[in-house]
């Protein structure tokens, strides 16, 4: 809503400047005898008024509240209840601070270009939104657990809009079903977000369900009161008629994940343009380095496990899946992971790919397709998730996976333990915000040149 409002304000400025642009250049030109307006400057103190305010007095009236069922009557009712506030503030500061309009036609056209745009706007929203639940696409993977009386009054009393952003994949009894089928549920569908109907259950059970999540790094929504965690954040929000408490574990939506999200497909944008003198490189050498495709695509473990496939330039035989077993003995890192520093899969070529990092550029595609982040926990393949013994480790899914993390600007290869590769995840979920992802892609740079820990 915040993002529709700044959107609006936007609309409005440009309009009051159209609107003074079609009076002051275009008007004169059909009717040459008209009276000459002042520049722009005089009129920037209602630009002041308008643009910004607008949007406020139109969300109290309720214009940006239950857009998927509103009557164009009362879209148009609400906005001019809103027009009237913003008429009465320019005309108080017309009386009390002298401030003058020198053209009502600006005004004229102002006004109706921009009531024009915000319903325009408004329109071409709630089609989007419409399309949304119709196809279905986009929603958020949720589940919900409580008793089955309370959970089916719960989704009976949801909104058609919040109906349209989650997908509802599974519900949990959890007075009838042990806590084991929630976590079995979590990881089978890959959900990120769990809703607790806790009316009538009892709260050590949920207390229970409610850790299981935390270890999980999903989001819990409880209909309940405070329970003790060690590192979810409890916030408030309301969902299906219900005060819902929060216990975030991970990032929560704000500007900074916008932005860093903006950041993403722009940086990753840019640097596949810069890279490209590397691709022609890295091709027409694996091309004469090793029989077989350029490309290395496997199913990597995405957001909460969603599977996805990942792209990187080919550094291995195309036999090297088929070898792995006979090199099990070797791997030199414990837990689920699979490494090994001269590993004889690899082909010549493919080690200086390896050694200068060069192999990880067609993972800008997965970024550019919003399947990863430039900076995040780096995804492991699908079969060492499902072989992770700790559902703790499992929380490093919590946020979306990335080229760069802590671990890759503090040894990369040299770190030999997976729980100091998990703990670095953590540490970096847990204490994420924009500028520490700006540190990490400044250190970055420095690493790739120097090699460290690559192999």
């Known amino acids: 809503m915040q993002l529709t409002e700044l959107l609006d304000s936007a609309l409005l400025a440009f309009c009051l400047w159209f609107g003074h642009f079609l009076r002051f250049r275009l008007v004169p030109v059909f009717i040459p005898d008209v009276v000459e307006i002042p520049p ?63 053209s009502r036609a600006v005004v004229v056209f102002s ?51 919040q109906r349209a952003e989650v997908e509802v994949l599974d519900s949990i009894d959890i007075t009838q079903r042990p806590i084991t089928d929630l976590v079995a549920a979590l990881h089978q569908h890959s959900i990120s977000r769990v809703l607790f109907v806790a009316q009538h259950v009892h709260f050590s059970k949920i207390e229970e369900a409610v850790q299981a999540c935390e270890t999980e790094g999903v989001e819990a929504w409880i209909a309940a009161d405070f329970f003790q965690t060690a590192i979810a954040r409890p916030t408030f929000d309301v969902l299906g008629g219900r005060l ?62 969603r599977p996805f496939v990942m792209w990187k330039f080919r550094t291995m035989h195309t036999d090297a899946e088929t070898k792995r077993a006979e090199l099990e003995a070797h791997n030199e890192m414990d837990g689920p992971v699979f ?18 990092s060069i192999d990880e550029l067609p993972q800008l595609i997965n970024v550019l397709r919003g399947e990863m982040s430039l900076v995040g926990p780096r995804p492991l393949p699908v079969y060492e998730i499902q072989r992770i013994e700790k559902h703790a480790q499992r929380r ?26 998990v703990a670095l995840d953590l540490k970096y979920i847990d204490n994420w915000s924009l500028l520490l992802d700006l540190k990490i892609l400044a250190q970055t740079l420095p690493a790739v040149i120097r090699g460290s820990g690559a192999s």
């Open 396 to 421: 490093r899914l919590s946020v979306k996976p990335g080229l760069t993390c802590l671990w890759q600007v503090t040894g990369r290869n040299g770190i030999k333990n997976f729980e100091e590769w």
């Open 244 to 305: 819902m408490l929060v216990f975030h574990s991970t990032p929560q939506a704000s500007w900074e994940l916008l932005f860093k999200g903006i950041v993403d497909r722009v940086g990753a944008l840019v640097l596949l343009l810069i890279s490209m003198p590397l691709w022609l490189i890295a091709i027409i050498g694996i091309r004469l380095g090793s029989k077989g495709p350029v490309f290395f695509r496997q199913e990597r473990a995405g957001h909460y496990g």
């Open 111 to 161: 006004v109706a270009l921009g009531a024009l745009s915000l319903l325009l706007r408004e329109a071409w929203q709630r089609d989007m939104i419409r399309r949304q639940m119709s196809s279905g696409k986009g929603r958020e993977r949720v589940l919900v657990a409580g008793s089955q009386d309370d959970m089916d009054a719960f989704l009976a009393n949801m909104s058609t809009e």
């Open 339 to 356: 490494k090994i520093t001269n590993d004889p899969r690899i082909f010549a070529f493919g080690r200086w790919l390896r050694r200068n």
């Open 40 to 102: 722009l400057d005089k009129f920037y103190w209602v630009i002041a008024v308008v643009a910004p305010f607008t949007p406020i007095v139109l969300e109290a009236r309720g214009f940006y509240s239950n857009l998927a069922n509103k009557t164009p009557a009362r879209s148009i009712r609400q906005l001019v209840e809103g027009l009237v506030v913003i008429g009465v503030c320019v005309a108080f500061c017309m009386v009390f601070f002298k401030w003058a309009i020198e």
